[in-house]
């Protein structure tokens, strides 16, 4: 595996319009396993930290994502835009992220193989089968018992917020999402953190596709992704204009406070 051959296979994952670079640092790093450079298009991998091209693979993909991300702002922004940072993990990146990986598994570049090591492969039955399922089915029936709760408290004049604060000791936002999950039909099989998450999408539709989604193997960010509204795409003038009028707002609140700060010291 070499620089041009790995910048192939990223570009048969997806076409990139903008030239960039593929540079294997020929060392390992304790704290990355590569980078991606906004500025000079550069994707760094420090391939000493990998077992195997699969591993090199992956973290090549990973950073990619980010040169991806930063083509679509300059095309956006008619290249205004500059990425906050090369290392933004938003939900935008692991979505797209792990779209790219599901292309380069299917054209053969990568793969997870946990059906390689039958121990891990029975270990993560094991994972999904007696914890993951049966935590979602707990926490459905423990949603139901904080509705009887709830009902009680009403009952005996208790402040039900109260209970649930010092009695309980749950968060608030916790007790109400459990209680959320209680009164779905959600399929236990997806995971209670992910039932939680489509438990806040309202419109049905797009819940149920987001279920099937999971279902497939779909990963959370990807189905968060999926059911969250894209806003229309702003026009460069007027994303100019918007961020004219924060500078400006910042400058006036410093100047406020410039001139407190003087008036302060012109009296000690």
């Known amino acids: 595996?070499?620089?041009e051959k790995i910048k192939q296979i990223?570009?048969?994952?997806q076409e990139s319009s903008i030239e960039f670079a593929v540079t294997m640092s020929g060392k390992a790093?304790?704290?990355?396993?590569?980078?991606?450079?906004p500025e000079t298009k550069e994707i760094i991998l420090h391939n000493k930290n990998f077992q195997n091209d699969n591993q090199l693979i992956y973290t090549a993909?990973?950073?990619?994502?980010?040169?991806?991300?930063?083509?679509?702002?300059?095309e956006r922004t008619q290249?205004?835009?500059?990425?906050?940072?090369?290392?933004?993990?938003?939900?935008?990146?692991?979505?797209?992220?792990?779209?790219?990986?599901?292309?380069?598994?299917?054209?053969?570049f990568y793969t997870i193989a946990i059906e390689t090591s039958p121990e891990l492969q029975a270990l993560t039955e094991t994972i999904k089968k007696d914890y993951l399922e049966k935590n979602a089915l707990l926490m459905s029936e423990f949603g139901k018992l904080l509705l009887e709760a709830h009902a009680l408290c009403l009952k005996e004049n208790i402040r039900y917020e109260d209970y649930i604060d010092r009695v309980?000791?749950?968060?608030?936002?916790?007790?109400?999402?459990?209680?959320?999950?209680?009164?779905?039909?959600?399929?236990?099989e997806i995971g209670f953190e992910n039932m939680k998450m489509l438990a806040k999408i309202g419109n049905s539709e797009k819940r149920e596709a987001a279920?099937?989604?999971?279902?497939?193997?779909?990963?959370?960010?990807?189905?968060?992704?999926?059911?969250r509204a894209r806003p229309e795409a702003l026009d460069i003038k007027e994303e100019l204009i918007k961020e004219r009028g924060r500078i400006e707002k910042t400058i006036d609140q410093l100047s406020n406070r410039l001139d407190q700060i003087n008036a302060n010291l012109s009296v000690l």
């Open 1 to 3: 595996m070499n620089n």
């Open 10 to 13: 990223l570009l048969s994952i």
């Open 29 to 37: 790093s304790k704290k990355v396993n590569g980078l991606y450079n």
């Open 61 to 74: 993909i990973h950073e990619y994502t980010h040169h991806i991300l930063n083509e679509e702002l300059l």
């Open 79 to 108: 290249g205004l835009g500059k990425m906050k940072s090369a290392r933004s993990h938003t939900n935008e990146f692991w979505a797209r992220f792990h779209s790219l990986l599901e292309v380069a598994e299917k054209k053969g």
């Open 168 to 188: 309980l000791q749950i968060p608030r936002t916790e007790a109400k999402n459990i209680v959320k999950i209680s009164s779905a039909s959600f399929k236990p």
């Open 211 to 227: 279920e099937s989604q999971l279902l497939q193997g779909k990963s959370p960010d990807s189905v968060k992704s999926f059911v």
